[in-house]
Nanobody, 124 residues
Framework: VRLQASGGGLVQVGETMRLSCAAS????????MGWFRQAPGKEREFVAA????????YYAEAVKGRFSISRDRAKNTAYLQMNNLKPEDTAVYYC??????????????????WGQGTLVTVSS
């Protein structure tokens, strides 16, 4: 399984950006998927996750109401729509496949395949 994250770049405060995570197999359609981010000097942290059928989504408190995770099963692609971006959202964003119980979607140790990361920089 290969995950290819894309869509990062430089934006201004308050702007929007959409990240994509394309999978080499139908894994996006068949598993829970998550997005994490890692800022310089900080640990990788949970951002959002979505169930295999898209019926349930989960968000970190810091992004709730601003970010939205979705998936296109036909394209084997997951997305992270980011609105009203803030400087503290600056980080490398990673997509990954979740393999643990539903209750562990925020636990990065229970994700097995990871994309290479895409850098998001929010400038003030």
């Amino acid at each position: 399984v290969r995950l290819q994250a894309s869509g990062g770049g430089l934006v201004q405060v308050g702007e929007t950006m959409r990240l994509s995570c394309a999978a080499s197999t139908p894994t996006v359609s068949m598993n829970r998927m998550g997005w994490f981010r890692q800022a310089p000097g900080k640990e990788r942290e949970f951002v959002a996750a979505i169930t295999w059928n898209g019926g349930h989504t989960y968000y970190a408190e810091a992004v709730k109401g601003r970010f939205s995770i979705s998936r296109d099963r036909a394209k084997n692609t997951a997305y992270l729509q980011m609105n009203n971006l803030k400087p503290e959202d600056t980080a490398v964003y990673y997509c990954a496949r979740h393999r643990g119980p539903l209750s562990t979607v925020r636990d990065r140790t229970l994700y097995d395949y990871w994309g290479q990361g895409t850098l998001v920089t929010v400038s003030s």
